[in-house]
Structure formats: structure tokens, C-alpha cells
């Protein structure tokens, strides 16, 4: 079984509520976008937005009461704890369905999933961590986007890690609250593969195939086109060639964030 986590931004601190919750629709619609229908989506978030459409019981949404962050690190431990949000109620999903564990992925409520990961997961997955081969980089409103080689790097809707019942938070507080030990989800992105692969010796694989397509617009929390660490990310992104979004459209379930 794959779970989705998404952590979702507060209305009080989004510059354009309407952006964000079409931003997120898009990324709902595509992850529920699935294949094989054996997943389940977690959101976390202090508002439920107005839903484009209407969802099964797949797609759960659980309210946090936590305060509204402020700075920069308060919305970055904002998401983190929603991210654990959504863990723990997986926990809890996956003790009353007799079940020891799934694969979870988290996916950022902006980015684009492919359809084709949880079939992956239930035909092929047989290590522990997962990552995509490759992905994109489309910044918002362009005809195009280009490959995105490491994905791990500049995005963390990347990541398929199996995790037992025991490796899941008990909690809802954040990740400092929790056995971050156990739990291998940390705050940056960019360490998880090291911590995984390199320190705990999990076994690793890659998906073959591209899994995300990493939003850039004006409402993400860190934006890769003026990230200052991420200089050399952004020349090899412009030495890819344009690749034509029309021909991801069914795979990705690519709409427009400025339409319904």
C-alpha cells in the first residue's frame, strides 16, 4: 500500500489564498490520479479549501490546531509538524486495517505526482527507499518545463520509503517530539537520502521512471529560482532542453493553476 502525506499552507499566511487552494487542487487531483487504486491521502491543514471536485474516502483530511506560524522557520516547523500529522493519522489507519506498514510518500501540496507510483509500489517495490530516477522543474505558467537530474536535491515530494508501525510518529507535536531515529523524515529534504543509504544502510532503488514535477511559483515557502544554494542546480536546469508539458499532461494530470 502507498500513503500520501500533504502538508497544507494556513490561509493567514498565503499571499493569494485562491492561488494556493488551486495550487493544491491541482496537486490533489493528480496525486489521487492514481493507476492502481490501492494508496491513501493524507492532508493536514489548518483550513479545508474549496474542493474542485469530490473524493472517496482515500483522501482524509485532518485539522491541526497548532498557532499560525510567522517567520520563515515557523512555517518551515509548520509543515514539518503537518507532515507528522499526517503520519500519525496513517498510524492509526494502518493499526485498524491489521496492517504492519506501508510505503508513504510526501508529496508538497504544489508539485505534480505521475500516476504511475502506486502500481509501482504494489508491483515492484522491494527496498526500503525509493527515489525518483529523475523529475522536472516547471515554473509555473510556461509551455514547458526541463529534467530535473538528483531530484532530491531541490524537491522533497521525491521520496517512496517503506515504514513499519514502529517508525511512525505517536504524536502530533513535530518532529522534535518525536523519535526522529525512527521516523526518517527529516525537516531538509536533502539529507534523507544520505541519513538512509549512507548511516542506516537501508537498501535503496530508483523509480524508473520520472515521479514529480517540482512546482515553482510565487506562493512556495522556498523558491528554487532564488535559493542562493541553488546556483549550480539552476544552471544545470538551464542547460536541459525544453520539454513540451502537453505530453505529461495525462501522466501528471498538468491543469493550469489559473483554472478551475
Same mark, same amino acid.
Given at each position: 500500500?502507498?500513503?500520501?502525506?500533504?502538508?497544507?499552507?494556513?490561509?493567514?499566511?498565503?499571499?493569494?489564498?485562491?492561488?494556493?487552494?488551486?495550487?493544491?487542487?491541482?496537486?490533489?487531483?493528480?496525486?489521487?490520479?492514481?493507476?492502481?487504486?490501492?494508496?491513501?491521502?493524507?492532508?493536514?491543514?489548518?483550513?479545508?479549501?474549496?474542493?474542485?471536485?469530490?473524493?472517496?474516502?482515500?483522501?482524509?483530511?485532518?485539522?491541526?490546531?497548532?498557532?499560525?506560524?510567522?517567520?520563515?522557520?515557523?512555517?518551515?516547523?509548520?509543515?514539518?509538524?503537518?507532515?507528522?500529522?499526517?503520519?500519525?493519522?496513517?498510524?492509526?489507519?494502518?493499526?485498524?486495517?491489521?496492517?504492519?506498514?506501508?510505503?508513504?510518500?510526501?508529496?508538497?501540496?504544489?508539485?505534480?505526482?505521475?500516476?504511475?507510483?502506486?502500481?509501482?509500489? /504494489?508491483?515492484?517495490?522491494?527496498?526500503?527507499?525509493?527515489? !525518483? #530516477? $529523475?523529475?522536472? @522543474?516547471?515554473?509555473?505558467?510556461? =509551455?514547458?518545463?526541463?529534467?530535473?537530474?538528483?531530484?532530491?536535491?531541490?524537491?522533497?515530494?521525491?521520496?517512496?520509503?517503506?515504514?513499519?508501525?514502529?517508525?511512525?510518529?505517536?504524536?502530533?507535536?513535530?518532529?522534535?517530539?518525536?523519535?526522529?531515529?525512527?521516523?526518517?523524515?527529516?525537516?531538509?529534504?536533502?539529507?534523507?537520502?544520505?541519513?538512509?543509504?549512507?548511516?542506516?544502510?537501508?537498501?535503496?532503488?530508483?523509480?524508473?521512471?520520472?515521479?514529480?514535477?517540482?512546482?515553482?511559483?510565487?506562493?512556495?515557502?522556498?523558491?528554487?529560482?532564488?535559493?542562493?544554494?541553488?546556483?549550480?542546480?539552476?544552471? /544545470?536546469?538551464?542547460?536541459?532542453?525544453?520539454?513540451?508539458? !502537453? #505530453? $505529461?499532461?495525462? @501522466?501528471?494530470?498538468?491543469?493550469? =493553476?489559473?483554472?478551475?
Amino acid at each position: 500500500m502507498l500513503i500520501f502525506c500533504i502538508p497544507l499552507r494556513s490561509k493567514e499566511v498565503s499571499k493569494d489564498w485562491n492561488k494556493v487552494s488551486l495550487l493544491f487542487n491541482r496537486t490533489l487531483e493528480s496525486v489521487y490520479n492514481q493507476t492502481n487504486q490501492n494508496f491513501k491521502i493524507f492532508v493536514a491543514c489548518h483550513q479545508i479549501p474549496t474542493l474542485s471536485r469530490t473524493y472517496d474516502d482515500r483522501v482524509e483530511f485532518i485539522k491541526v490546531e497548532t498557532e499560525i506560524p510567522v517567520t520563515y522557520m515557523d512555517m518551515m516547523w509548520d509543515k514539518d509538524t503537518k507532515i507528522y500529522t499526517a503520519q500519525n493519522a496513517a498510524r492509526r489507519f494502518l493499526l485498524k486495517q491489521n496492517l504492519t506498514g506501508a510505503y508513504f510518500m510526501n508529496v508538497d501540496s504544489d508539485d505534480l505526482i505521475s500516476n504511475k507510483i502506486a502500481e509501482f509500489v /504494489e508491483t515492484q517495490a522491494t527496498k526500503k527507499v525509493y527515489t !525518483s #530516477k $529523475y523529475g522536472f @522543474i516547471y515554473f509555473d505558467g510556461r =509551455s514547458y518545463m526541463k529534467k530535473a537530474r538528483r531530484l532530491e536535491r531541490t524537491c522533497g515530494s521525491c521520496f517512496v520509503i517503506h515504514l513499519d508501525i514502529a517508525q511512525l510518529p505517536h504524536n502530533n507535536l513535530g518532529f522534535l517530539e518525536n523519535d526522529v531515529d525512527k521516523c526518517p523524515f527529516t525537516p531538509h529534504h536533502s539529507d534523507i537520502m544520505h541519513k538512509l543509504t549512507k548511516i542506516k544502510n537501508w537498501e535503496h532503488g530508483f523509480i524508473p521512471f520520472p515521479t514529480t514535477i517540482y512546482i515553482v511559483n510565487d506562493v512556495n515557502v522556498s523558491n528554487f529560482a532564488n535559493h542562493q544554494i541553488g546556483r549550480n542546480r539552476r544552471i /544545470e536546469y538551464k542547460l536541459e532542453r525544453r520539454r513540451k508539458i !502537453s #505530453k $505529461y499532461e495525462d @501522466i501528471f494530470n498538468i491543469k493550469s =493553476s489559473s483554472k478551475k
